[in-house]
T-cell receptor
Framework: AQSVSQHNHHVILSEAASLELGCNYS??????LFWYVQYPGQHLQLLLK??????LVKGIKGFEAEFIKSKFSFNLRKPSVQWSDTAEYFC???????????FGSGTRLQVQP | EADIYQTPRYLVIGTGKKITLECSQT?????MYWYQQDPGMELHLIHY???????EKGDLSSESTVSRIRTEHFPLTLESARPSHTSQYLC???????????FGPGTRLTVL
């Protein structure tokens, strides 16, 4: 069965620091990859997605992620975080034949002003 | 505006009560989903629907049931709530070429 690992459960950064959140998945075939963000008290929102093509994808609010097939990874990055980036971030994977997404356990990001 | 709606947002009830969590979408999507999420944990799929009159159980076993009589409506029912059902329930829908999922705000259920 597909599994998704997010190794950082809680990350605390100061404003302007760089961010990288790890995501690894287990399925070896064709996958669609997603990062979702949940701001306090808000819906889960799509941050960015990868389906095919350029493995470096850019999302909203200055986030980007790189798909490295050989490492089964899809790490999320942002060069300079802001206090408003404080949220929970979920990596998700959909492989062929599955009906829905498989989610990681999430990373809680706390940005201190 | 296209969106996904869930009601109630918060629900505290006693053991043994029957409850229905509502989910509606104006996205025009065929596929709809229910996920369960415990605090600090990943989301687990508990129900899935391809379209009207089509529902399937998800990866996580759940005592809840769902129905899909209308495209835009996908309610979840618990016939007899128990404390073990305390969790957050998220509804989602997807459509289009890439089937990316859009989520509702969730219902936080507490069973005493």
């Amino acid at each position: 069965a597909q599994s998704v690992s997010q190794h950082n459960h809680h990350v605390i950064l100061s404003e302007a620091a760089s961010l990288e959140l790890g995501c690894n998945y287990s399925y070896g075939g064709t996958v669609n990859l997603f990062w979702y963000v949940q701001y306090p008290g808000q819906h889960l929102q799509l941050l960015l997605k990868y389906f095919s093509g350029d493995p470096l994808v850019k999302g909203i609010k200055g986030f980007e992620a790189e798909f490295i097939k050989s490492k089964f990874s899809f790490n999320l990055r942002k060069p300079s975080v802001q206090w408003s980036d404080t949220a929970e971030y979920f990596c998700a994977v959909k492989d062929t034949g599955r009906r829905a997404l498989t989610f990681g356990s999430g990373t809680r990001l706390q940005v201190q002003p | 505006e296209a969106d996904i709606y869930q009601t109630p947002r918060y629900l505290v009830i006693g053991t043994g009560k029957k409850i229905t969590l509502e989910c509606s979408q104006t996205m025009g999507h065929d596929k709809m989903y229910w996920y369960q999420q415990d605090p600090g944990m990943e989301l687990h799929l508990i129900h899935y629907s391809y379209g009207v009159n089509s529902t399937e159980k998800g990866d996580l076993s759940s005592e809840s049931t769902v129905s899909r009589i209308r495209t835009e409506h996908f309610p979840l029912t618990l016939e007899s709530a128990r404390p073990s059902h305390t969790s957050q329930y998220l509804c989602a829908s997807s459509g289009g070429a890439y089937n990316e999922q859009f989520f509702g705000p969730g219902t936080r259920l507490t069973v005493l």
